[in-house]
Antibody, heavy 118, light 108 residues
Framework: QVQLQESGPGLVKPSETLSLTCAVS????????WSWVRQPPGKGLEWIGH???????NYNPSLKSRVTISLDTSQNQVSLKLTSVTAADTAVYYC????????????WGKGTTVTVSS | EIVMTQSPDTLSVSPGERATLSCRAS??????LAWYQQKPGQAPRLLIY???TRATGIPARFSGSGSGTEFTLTISSLQSEDFAVYYC??????????FGGGTKVQIK
């Protein structure tokens, strides 16, 4: 079955760019949207944005000016970049598969913890 | 942005009892609602989509109901593995996709 694995630096300095990758195995990234969701320590879930394999992207308006999601279909990977980070961006970051027509998330990665600190 | 409000924040239930969790949308979302379960240190797991349809492998003790703005997740007879935090998520009006704040189901 499809499995997702997030990776990237666990520590990012304030004002720098957070960069994460999600490796998709067991299936193709075609025909689905791929979302990033984050969860600050002890808090709830926040959707960051998603991308379809054709290149269509949608972002959370609250983060839109700082977020870029991209896909590498040759590598079956999804990437997230978040610029100008602050301590408020400290969270567990998850990638998840979401549907072409109905955007609930049926497959999730285990998540990766990112701390923003100098 | 559609705001999702879950209640209660915490629900204390004895094993074997029924648990009823509520989720309210700030405007109608038809049946475009999903429920997730999250255990400590784990990723969320899809339980229900389309307000009422169980995801693959989800036990029949989990059921969803509702449409429009009011939704309910019912766990008919709580098992030890069901103690977790539950989130609802709407996918009717986006961006953004939005989640409720969660309901923690704990052992009474």
């Amino acid at each position: 079955q499809v499995q997702l694995q997030e990776s990237g630096p666990g520590l990012v300095k304030p004002s720098e760019t957070l960069s994460l990758t999600c490796a998709v195995s067991g299936g193709s990234i075609s025909s689905y949207y791929w979302s990033w969701v984050r969860q600050p320590p002890g808090k709830g879930l926040e959707w960051i944005g998603h991308m379809y394999y054709t290149g269509t992207t949608n972002y959370n308006p609250s983060l839109k000016s700082r977020v870029t999601i991209s896909l590498d279909t040759s590598q079956n990977q999804v990437s997230l970049k978040l610029t100008s980070v602050t301590a408020a961006d400290t969270a567990v970051y998850y990638c998840a598969r979401d549907g072409r027509y109905h955007h609930y998330m049926d497959v999730w990665g285990k998540g990766t913890t990112v701390t923003v600190s100098s | 942005e559609i705001v999702m409000t879950q209640s209660p924040d915490t629900l204390s239930v004895s094993p074997g009892e029924r648990a009823t969790l509520s989720c309210r949308a700030s405007q109608s979302i038809s049946s475009n609602l999903a429920w997730y379960q999250q255990k400590p240190g784990q990723a969320p797991r899809l339980l229900i989509y389309g307000a009422i349809t169980r995801a693959t492998g989800i036990p029949a003790r989990f059921s969803g109901s509702g449409s429009g703005t009011e939704f309910t997740l019912t766990i008919s007879s709580l098992q030890s593995e069901d103690f977790a935090v539950y989130y609802c998520q709407q996918y009717n009006n986006w961006p953004p996709l939005t989640f409720g704040g969660g309901t923690k189901v704990q052992i009474k």
